[in-house]
């Protein structure tokens, strides 16, 4: 029999399947309502932001139920998004977390912009967000190693904030890998999983 392909290699061939325009679900995917109302298990957790007009089972052609999608602006980590994680590892046993970011993300933007709001909710997600900045000028207005910059720094924030993800990761249970969504291609490009000292350049 072949090979099982392991759940990021899934990710990248649904990808793929997305750029070339051939979008449809793995041959997993339930079809019919009956089935899906059983429930098809998750084989990985996507955090992406809510900015990306595009669900993570759309740009990976996932199909119902096959990615543990947990989203919010700027995939900044709040308590309930890592509660969302940790459950994902407990009870679903899911072997691989992917933090992806986008192309053009405005949230990620207006925090680097020096944006203020008079929400104080607003205002939480453009301080985490600013946690990342760039260090020089030249990087500073560079909007995709803003996000880059956030990515890597959403997974310190979940590896720093989270005792079960780190006993996880270290345990080899489970997979951190940053991402990024280039809108215009449709193409994802992943970093190295945790454990690389960058995210500046994936591959």
């Keep these: ?3 099982v392909p392991s759940p990021l290699a899934r990710l990248k061939a649904g990808n793929e399947r997305f750029v070339r325009g051939t979008q449809a679900a793995s ?3 339930a079809s019919s309502r009956a089935a899906l109302a059983g429930g098809t298990p998750p084989f990985a957790m996507v955090l992406s932001c809510t900015d990306q007009h595009l669900a993570p089972e759309h740009i990976f052609s996932a199909g119902p139920g096959e990615l543990y999608s ?4 700027g995939q900044v980590v709040d308590t309930a998004v890592m509660a969302s994680l940790e459950h994902g590892v407990a009870h679903a046993r ?3 977390l992917v933090v992806m970011g986008h192309e053009s993300c405005e949230v990620v933007k207006a925090a680097h912009d020096g944006g203020h709001s ?5 205002e939480y997600l453009y301080k985490a967000i600013r ?5 020089t000028a030249g990087e500073q207005r560079d909007l995709r190693t803003a996000i880059l910059g956030n990515v890597e720094q959403v997974i310190n924030d979940l590896l720093g904030g989270s005792a079960d993800l780190r006993a996880a990761t270290a345990a080899g249970r489970l997979e951190i890998v940053g991402a990024y ?3 215009s291609t449709g193409a994802v490009v992943f970093s190295e999983p ?3 000292t960058s995210l500046a350049a994936p591959r």
């Design 194 to 196: 945790v454990g690389a």
């Design 70 to 73: 947990v989203r919010s602006l």
């Design 1 to 3: 029999p072949e090979p």
């Design 118 to 122: 008079d929400s104080e909710h607003l």
């Design 131 to 135: 946690a990342s900045a760039p260090r």
């Design 181 to 183: 969504f280039d809108m």
């Design 27 to 29: 041959p997993s995917a």
């Design 94 to 96: 899911l072997p691989l």
